[in-house]
């Protein structure tokens, strides 16, 4: 059984940093590319960032320059590092992964349960 568990979120003051992790199991992590997205009330899930199985990152726009997507293969880790936190970065953060391409806000292999993520002004 597949399992993805995100956890690091958490209230965080405008400025602030965050770092989130997702643990995987049940599937063969390194071969899978991951990612990242978030869903704020009311709003579309949307893409943060995903790296590839080979390392390749990639980001959304909104977060460019402030959000760093990484992994560990050994520990069946991906990693989001957040810096620069805005209000309207609040949302649900939630990990996924993919086995063939990069994960998309629908086409993904796997979802976390998701992690919440609030930036106070």
């Known amino acids: 059984q597949v399992q993805l568990v995100e956890s690091g979120g958490g209230l965080v003051q405008t400025g602030g940093s965050l770092r989130l992790s997702c643990v995987a199991s049940g599937l063969t992590f390194s071969g899978y590319a991951m990612g990242w997205f978030r869903q704020a009330p009311g709003k579309e899930r949307e893409f943060v960032a995903a790296?590839?199985?080979?390392?390749?990152?990639y980001y959304g726009d909104l977060v460019k320059g402030r959000f760093t997507i990484s992994r560990d293969n050994a520990k069946n880790t991906v990693y989001l590092q957040m810096r620069s936190l805005k209000p309207e970065d609040t949302a649900v953060y939630y990990c996924?992964?993919?086995?063939?391409?990069?994960?998309?806000?629908?086409?993904?292999?796997?979802w976390g349960q998701g992690t919440q993520v609030t930036v106070s002004s």
């Open positions: 996924a992964a993919r086995g063939a391409g990069v994960p998309t806000p629908r086409e993904n292999d796997y």
């Open positions: 790296i590839r199985s080979g390392g390749g990152t």
